[in-house]
Antibody, heavy 118, light 108 residues
């Protein structure tokens, strides 16, 4: 079955970076885009960007350009999202999600809580 | 970017009744609209895509409709497991892909 397993919770100081992983299984890794979506407490989901695991090309939301980097490792079927320059408003649950036809999210990881605190 | 507005923010419904949720786009998104359900502490779950196509495994009581700027998710005969948050998402004009602020369906 399709699974996306994410790394554990993170606590970071303002200005630091966080790197979250998403290990996939149960489907052809290079056939489906993977997006990163975050959700702040009490808010709706917010799309950050996506990566094509086949060739590593990325598309980022303008809001995060310059701060976010998405990468993949085809040997381990894992995608990564690194967010730099963390501030308090980056506190959120970060999800990876498989894109069916690229932009409809049919399977999601369990989410990673990222807390930014001095 | 396309702004998605959902209404109402909270919908109080008795079990067995019908719930009607609305989603409006700031400009036309064609039928490129998906609906997700989210329960506390869980990831969103895809219910509907292409405005009205039910994702496999989703009960038939979930129905989507609409096109252009106005969309509706109808849940006929609400079950206890349907009380949750619901989000719409457009994928017509991106980046960015955008979600609505959500509707909470609660027990009346």
């Amino acid at each position: 079955q399709v699974q996306l397993a994410q790394s554990g919770a993170e606590v970071k100081k303002p200005g630091a970076s966080v790197k979250v992983s998403c290990k996939t299984s149960g489907y052809s890794f290079t056939s489906f885009y993977v997006s990163w979506v975050r959700q702040a407490p009490g808010q709706g989901p917010e799309w950050m960007g996506l990566i094509n695991p086949n060739d590593g090309t990325t598309t980022y939301a303008q809001k995060f350009r310059g701060r976010v980097t998405m990468t993949r490792d085809t040997s381990t079927r894992t995608v990564y999202m690194e967010l730099s320059g963390l501030r308090s408003e980056d506190k959120a649950v970060y999800y990876c999600a498989r894109g069916n036809t690229m932009t409809v999210f049919d399977y999601w990881g369990q989410g990673v809580q990222v807390t930014v605190s001095s | 970017e396309v702004v998605m507005t959902q209404s109402p923010a909270t919908l109080s419904v008795s079990p067995g009744e019908r719930a009607t949720l609305s989603c409006r786009a700031s400009r036309s998104v064609g039928n490129n609209l998906a609906w997700y359900q989210q329960k506390p502490g869980q990831a969103p779950r895809l219910l509907i895509y292409a405005s009205s196509t039910t994702f496999p495994g989703v009960p038939a009581r979930f129905r989507g409709s609409g096109s252009g700027t106005d969309f509706t998710l109808t849940i006929t005969s609400l079950q206890s497991e349907d009380f949750a948050m619901y989000y719409c998402q457009q994928y017509h004009d991106w980046p960015p892909l955008t979600f609505g602020g959500g509707t909470k369906v609660e027990i009346k």
